[in-house]
């Protein structure tokens, strides 16, 4: 089993900046691309942005220029630095990593979900 463990969210006003964290610990074999996913109330989860083993990365266009992606693979940690926060920012965000378990002989492929942070951004 594979958990993943978000933290940095909080509350910020307009302008302001905030890292998320999150951190993939248990039994790994393997974790491919990570990502972090939004959701706004009475909206989709929606990709904010995704970065690849290989430290490939693309954003949404609404937070192109704003938000980073990075990673540290010797911690399986991702990481979502958000500068120049909105207010349409605001919502739960999700970190998501794709994985393999290896068991028995067999390769599994995962897809893992954290828990969630909150993220408010006020005007």
């Known amino acids: 089993q594979v958990q993943l463990v978000e933290s940095g969210g909080g509350l910020v006003q307009a302008g302001g900046s905030l890292r998320l964290s999150c951190a993939a610990s248990g039994s790994i074999y393997r974790i491919n691309a990570m990502g972090w996913y939004r959701q706004a109330p009475g909206k989709q989860r929606e990709l904010v942005a995704a970065?690849?083993?290989?430290?490939?990365?693309n954003y949404a266009d609404s937070v192109k220029g704003r938000f980073t992606i990075s990673r540290d693979n010797a911690k399986n940690t991702v990481y979502l630095q958000m500068n120049s926060l909105k207010p349409e920012d605001t919502a739960v965000y999700y970190c998501?990593?794709?994985?393999?378990?290896?068991?028995?002989?067999?390769?599994?492929?995962?897809?893992?979900w954290g828990q969630g942070t909150q993220v408010t951004v006020s005007s």
């Open positions: 998501n990593a794709g994985g393999i378990d290896y068991s028995g002989g067999y390769y599994y492929p995962r897809d893992y």
């Open positions: 970065i690849t083993s290989g430290g490939g990365t």
